[in-house]
Nanobody, 115 residues
């Protein structure tokens, strides 16, 4: 079955940076739209950024200008570089793959930004 494995989360101070990775397997990665979502405690899961197989990107306003989503089709991996992190970026970050109108999710990686 589809496997999405996130890594790269951790504790960082305000203003710091992190790079998240998501390794995908058992999917047609190069043509699959991939994305990052996040869920903060007590809040709903929300979009962070997406990238199509062709490389078109989309960002939530809250991270635009501070984050970059990218993909390496040779490695079946999608990345999220996050800079100038804020306490409100604290959340579990989930990798998402959209395949034939179905959503697949990883288990998530925790990002904690201390003030």
């Amino acid at each position: 079955q589809v496997q999405l494995v996130e890594s790269g989360g951790g504790l960082v101070q305000t203003g710091g940076a992190l790079k998240l990775s998501c390794a995908a397997s058992r999917i047609p990665f190069s043509i699959t739209e991939m994305g990052w979502y996040r869920q903060a405690p007590g809040k709903q899961r929300e979009l962070v950024a997406t990238i199509t197989g062709g490389g078109t990107t989309n960002y939530a306003d809250s991270v635009k200008g501070r984050s970059t989503i990218s993909r390496d089709n040779a490695k079946n991996t999608v990345y999220l570089q996050m800079n100038s992190l804020k306490p409100e970026d604290t959340a579990v970050y989930y990798c998402n793959a959209k395949i034939f109108h179905m959503d697949y999710w990883g288990k998530g990686t925790l990002v904690t930004v201390s003030s």
